[in-house]
């Protein structure tokens, strides 16, 4: 017979055994649903601890680290991290908490075109209603300003810039607050490759939708869904104007639109700057003729009408009269908000790059050349040397570029195996590959507000500081994209507008971002400026070996004089050409400073917080990652 105390032992261990099972048992489970990753991190050849790795990991693939984070990759594991990130299922309570408030985001093209207008086809509507005299509009602006509001808001409909508005504000949102940091990045990233831009009015609401259905969904998937849900969309069509690209067959139809000036006849521009931007590259081996060629194939491609002043409600009108499956029959596709049109398309024998295409394909001529693009191995050395300029380096290594656009042949473009490949290089850890890239005005915004946990009421205004320190997003008219290159981004304008940006941040002197500086450092008040600097900069700028940033700026704290010394630097500044292109490393903190109206001060004055933490955001340390 078992004594009590042997009797309370045995149910101890019994308790012990089932809970090691039940902890077992949630292990195996778990490792089933989400099992580990088979690649691992080359960071300890480089001379890396894992803190410094995951500090890198942050800078590469997040819009900045947020307090803790780094404890909490090292504590889950590098490459279990880097997995979670290129499965992007993490909840977004809070983003999408956020941008419920932003109807527009969840309406489709059709109700974004019925909803939104501009100004200039508000008053036109107006006007058609009698609501407004055309002849006293032209004389007074002023006097029919509030009459076109309620007018609009009768009608229901609104001016085109609040679904900007909103559309600009909902990025600051993603990239401050998701979980899904890599996914957002990438957004961006895809978003620059293939852009577009509201500079062309007649793509405008089309933007969010591109964003949204065409981008963000094949972010991190095959590089050819991505390539052909750009090319479908009614944003793309219309941006390098595809839609109007008619084909030489003469069709009755044909006919009547060129009467109305609507068809122009071949249009090359999309084809063009399908081969050079987005797939093969400017040296892709391809030819005029192959331009020619390829803008032949993609005769037909363009969108579904919507709304009554947009384009081919003929075609509306024919597919509501004879219904989808004759029309099908008829070799007409109709795709969401995309119409491939038969008796617009070019029916001729097309060769491009050597490949020949048949006649009598239709529709699938298109995708046959958009998959023969995007499995192209000029395609996979451009898109991979994108990627690795991105992540990398401005400049990357050859034999890392070579090593991705293997991976990106050998897997059809998978784009998580080619990043996968990238971060498992030796390369991707090289010492001159750390804080080796510039941040963008969207990364300074972004990653300032994440390192201090801010929080954001109102986006916008972090829009507008973006924009004025060099990128307005959605705004870059060109084809290509903002430049990734840190040459891009620094001159001396910009340089004092980050600067601006840094200490206006943490004097709390924009609108709508709340945060408290003494929490990060667990409520503790430094004794002093230099304090300060020193605490703080081991807090923002973690992994990093802060005695020389310290160093230089702490001549800063008690700048005195300043009012002369910033025109003194301004008028140098100004006349010295090199200074247009300078980068972060060749200005002094001290210059810096020097340049800016917002940092003066004197020896005398006790110091503030903000300010030592403004002089960090805006330091040249601060400005790389």
């Known amino acids: 017979m078992i004594d009590t105390k042997h009797r309370w032992l045995f149910l101890l261990v019994t308790i012990i055994v089932l809970l090691n099972g039940i902890m077992l048992s949630a292990s195996i489970s778990q490792s089933q649903a989400d099992p580990p990753p088979s690649y691992r991190f080359p960071y300890a050849q480089a001379g890396l601890t894992r803190e410094q ?8 693939f997040t819009y900045g680290v947020v307090p803790g984070q780094i404890e909490d990759i090292v504590n889950m594991g590098l490459e279990n991290w880097f997995q979670q990130q290129l499965t992007a299922n993490l909840k977004d309570d809070k983003v999408n908490a956020l941008l419920d408030d932003y109807d527009a985001l969840k309406l489709s093209n059709a109700d ?9 086809q508000i008053l036109r509507m107006a006007i058609a209603d009698g609501v407004i005299d055309r002849d006293s509009a032209k004389l007074n602006k002023g006097e029919y300003r509030d009459q076109l509001k309620d007018y609009a808001k009768k009608k229901q409909i609104k001016p085109e810039r609040e679904l900007i508005r909103q559309f600009s504000s909902q990025k600051i949102i993603r990239a401050v607050y998701t979980n899904n940091q890599l996914q957002e990045v990438l957004a961006e990233f895809w978003f620059n490759h293939f852009n577009i831009s509201f500079t062309k009015k007649i793509c405008a609401q089309f933007i969010p939708g591109y964003e949204r ?8 998937g095959a590089f050819e869904d991505l390539l052909v849900s750009t090319a479908k969309s009614p944003a793309m069509l219309l941006y390098l104007d595809n839609f109007s690209s008619v084909g030489t067959k003469d069709t009755i139809a044909e006919k009547k639109q060129e009467k109305k000036g609507r068809m ?9 700057e399908v081969m050079e931007l987005h797939t093969l590259g400017v040296d892709g081996g391809y030819t005029q003729n192959d331009v020619t060629e390829a803008a032949r194939i993609l005769t037909g491609w363009t969108l579904y009408p919507i709304g009554k002043e947009n384009f081919g409600n003929s075609y509306k009108k024919l597919l509501e009269r ?8 008829r070799g007409f596709i109709h795709d969401g908000d995309f119409l491939f049109t038969p008796n617009r398309h070019d029916t001729g024998k097309k060769i491009v790059m050597g490949k020949s295409f048949p006649p009598g394909k239709g529709y699938e001529e298109g995708l046959q050349l958009l998959t023969f693009l995007a499995h192209h191995p000029a395609t996979a050395k451009f898109i991979s040397t994108k990627i690795a300029t991105r992540f990398v380096s401005d400049e990357p290594p050859v034999r890392l570029i070579e090593k991705m656009a293997k991976t990106f042949l050998e897997r059809n473009g998978d784009i998580k195996q080619v990043l996968i490949t990238m971060v498992s290089s030796t390369e991707f850890w090289e010492p001159s590959a750390i804080r080796a890239k510039t941040k963008s005005p969207l990364e300074v915004a972004v990653s300032s507000l994440r390192a201090l946990n801010a929080e954001v009421y109102k986006p916008y205004e972090i829009y507008t500081w973006i924009t004025r320190m060099g990128q307005p997003l959605y705004f870059y008219q060109a084809p ?11 001159n001396t304008g910009s340089l004092l507008n980050r600067m601006n940006f840094g200490l206006a941040l943490a004097d709390g002197r924009i609108p709508g971002v709340k945060f408290n500086l003494l929490a990060l450092n667990k409520n503790h008040e430094p004794e002093s400026a230099e304090d300060a600097l020193i605490t703080y900069s081991k807090l923002l700028l973690p992994e990093r070996n802060v005695e020389e940033t310290v160093k ?25 050409s090199t200074m247009r292109m300078a980068t972060t490393d060749s ?16 020896g005398q004055s006790k110091y503030r917080l903000s300010q030592v933490i403004g002089i960090l955001l805006g330091s040249p340390e601060f400005q790389r990652r």
Do not use: C
């Open 53 to 60: 790795a995951a500090a890198h990991l942050v800078s590469r």
């Open 112 to 120: 974004i075109v019925n909803t939104y207008f501009k100004n200039a």
């Open 213 to 220: 259905d065409a981008i963000r969904p094949h972010a991190l």
């Open 264 to 272: 122009k006849g071949l249009n090359e521009n999309y084809a063009r």
């Open 322 to 329: 004879e219904g989808e499956d004759k029309l099908k029959a």
């Open 480 to 490: 290509t994209g903002f430049p990734d290159r840190g040459q891009y981004w620094i």
């Open 552 to 576: 230089r700026l702490t001549p800063l704290l008690n700048a005195q004089n300043l009012d002369q010394k910033i025109n003194e630097a301004a008028g140098s500044a100004a006349s010295d």
């Open 587 to 602: 200005l002094s903190g001290e210059a810096l400073m020097l340049m800016n109206p917002l940092t003066q001060t004197t």
